[in-house]
């Protein structure tokens, strides 16, 4: 096959792979800007980026602003041509703010899941900054488009199908998620591309479709673009790479784990989540875990109901103090063996990708 661009808005990716956004801390400018240079669309997490900002803990919201502009900064400095976007979950307080830091900061792209973003668009109207919301249904999409065109007369730029073998917060129940069910995001896929056809018509402007969750190989990229997609959304390989921002403990935790650590876990934001099971993990499933201080990071987490603190379970694994952080991954966490460059794994994808029919 031949490697296809992934063209949205005024932008265009020579490789048809978005690096999916993994917070807290996972995927920050080092990974951004080498996804980014090597083809692809790097995206920096906006999920509490200010994690090591020496105010963090006393000025919670004004640290995520200037260590998301920071972030976004040396990205571009390090990838001066190359497409960079950020993600942000809907679910987040400061959700306003800190998309509005960065539009300021000119990113490329904006990507908005956990939760439906039916307010995107009056943030980035008028701007060259693109916007794509992820949804895990078809019923989802449409609810979007209908609301940002009625709202705003805007399409979105690219919609992002997240599947259920996904890592992180997942917008599926969690039933369904542990019976493992196979060809769901196939189905959805086939249903997004039936709603978007219409809308497409109608305002003369392609929607590109990318699908996420479980995707592995340069086989798994074609067999979905074979299918109608415009390109996929990976996180999972990217952690083990170099460039990745966590801790080398972190990206160790992925090449040693095994099929069998997976967990289902519940999230503060109210959605299932997919981890690596450990210790913390262990007692997250006995019951609530102490909580030390609330940073009213998520709009749906009440500090004497929610299981766990998100954000420094997230820390801790950033950090590599994994016995006590929550290690966010995909289902096909158990086929990584091995750490490599960025370049290198983008090579061994597109080169898979061209043995496809």
């Given at each position: 096959?031949?490697?296809?661009?992934?063209?949205?808005?005024?932008?265009?990716?020579?490789?048809p792979?978005?690096?999916?956004?993994?917070g807290?801390?996972?995927?920050?400018?080092?990974?951004?800007?080498?996804?980014?240079?090597?083809?692809?669309?790097?995206?920096?997490?906006?999920?509490?980026?200010g994690?090591?900002?020496?105010?963090?803990?006393?000025?919670?919201?004004?640290?995520?602003?200037?260590?998301?502009?920071?972030?976004?900064?040396?990205?571009?400095?390090?990838?001066?041509?190359?497409?960079?976007?950020?993600?942000?979950?809907?679910?987040?307080?400061?959700y306003?703010?800190?998309?509005?830091?960065?539009?300021?900061?000119?990113?490329?792209?904006?990507?908005?899941?956990?939760?439906?973003?039916?307010?995107l668009?009056?943030?980035?109207?008028?701007?060259?900054?693109?916007?794509?919301?992820?949804?895990?249904?078809?019923?989802?999409?449409?609810?979007?488009?209908?609301?940002?065109?009625?709202d705003?007369?805007?399409?979105?730029?690219?919609?992002?199908?997240?599947?259920?073998?996904?890592?992180?917060?997942?917008g599926?129940?969690?039933?369904?998620?542990?019976?493992?069910?196979?060809?769901?995001?196939?189905?959805?896929?086939?249903?997004?591309?039936?709603?978007?056809?219409?809308?497409?018509?109608?305002?003369?402007?392609?929607?590109?479709?990318?699908?996420?969750?479980?995707?592995?190989?340069?086989?798994?990229?074609g067999?979905?673009?074979?299918?109608?997609?415009?390109?996929?959304?990976?996180?999972?390989?990217?952690?083990?790479?170099?460039?990745?921002?966590?801790?080398?403990?972190?990206?160790?935790?992925?090449?040693?784990?095994?099929?069998?650590?997976?967990?289902?876990?519940?999230?503060?934001?109210?959605l299932?989540?997919?981890?690596?099971?450990?210790?913390?993990?262990?007692?997250?499933e006995?019951?609530p875990v102490?909580?030390?201080?609330?940073?009213?990071?998520?709009?749906?987490?009440?500090?004497?109901?929610?299981?766990?603190?998100?954000?420094?379970?997230?820390?801790?694994?950033?950090?590599?103090?994994l016995?006590?952080?929550?290690?966010?991954?995909?289902?096909?966490?158990?086929?990584?063996?091995k750490?490599?460059?960025?370049?290198?794994?983008?090579?061994?994808?597109?080169?898979?990708?061209?043995?496809?029919?």
């Amino acid at each position: 096959m031949e490697i296809p661009s992934l063209n949205f808005g005024q932008k265009t990716a020579k490789v048809p792979i978005i690096q999916g956004g993994m917070g807290i801390g996972i995927s920050l400018s080092s990974l951004a800007s080498a996804v980014a240079n090597a083809g692809g669309i790097g995206i920096i997490s906006g999920s509490q980026v200010g994690y090591r900002e020496e105010d963090f803990r006393k000025n919670t919201d004004e640290a995520n602003r200037r260590a998301l502009s920071k972030e976004i900064k040396k990205a571009r400095a390090m990838s001066p041509t190359g497409i960079i976007g950020v993600n942000f979950l809907t679910a987040m307080n400061n959700y306003g703010d800190m998309i509005a830091q960065a539009v300021e900061d000119k990113v490329d792209l904006i990507i908005s899941g956990a939760g439906l973003p039916l307010e995107l668009p009056k943030y980035v109207k008028g701007t060259q900054t693109a916007i794509m919301p992820i949804v895990s249904s078809a019923k989802a999409a449409k609810v979007i488009i209908r609301k940002w065109l009625r709202d705003y007369d805007y399409l979105p730029d690219g919609i992002v199908i997240e599947g259920p073998h996904a890592g992180g917060h997942l917008g599926f129940k969690k039933e369904d998620l542990l019976e493992n069910k196979e060809g769901i995001l196939e189905t959805v896929l086939e249903g997004v591309k039936k709603i978007i056809e219409p809308f497409e018509k109608d305002k003369n402007q392609k929607i590109p479709v990318i699908v996420a969750g479980g995707i592995y190989t340069g086989t798994d990229i074609g067999k979905f673009l074979k299918l109608g997609a415009d390109g996929v959304q990976m996180a999972t390989r990217f952690v083990a790479t170099e460039e990745c921002d966590a801790d080398q403990a972190f990206k160790e935790a992925y090449v040693t784990a095994t099929e069998e650590d997976i967990a289902i876990i519940k999230s503060p934001v109210g959605l299932p989540g997919r981890a690596i099971r450990n210790a913390f993990v262990r007692e997250t499933e006995k019951g609530p875990v102490k909580i030390k201080r609330c940073y009213r990071c998520l709009k749906e987490c009440v500090a004497n109901k929610t299981p766990y603190c998100i954000t420094d379970a997230l820390i801790d694994a950033v950090e590599g103090k994994l016995e006590t952080g929550l290690i966010f991954a995909g289902s096909q966490v158990g086929r990584i063996n091995k750490i490599v460059k960025v370049q290198e794994l983008v090579d061994e994808l597109m080169n898979e990708l061209k043995t496809v029919g």
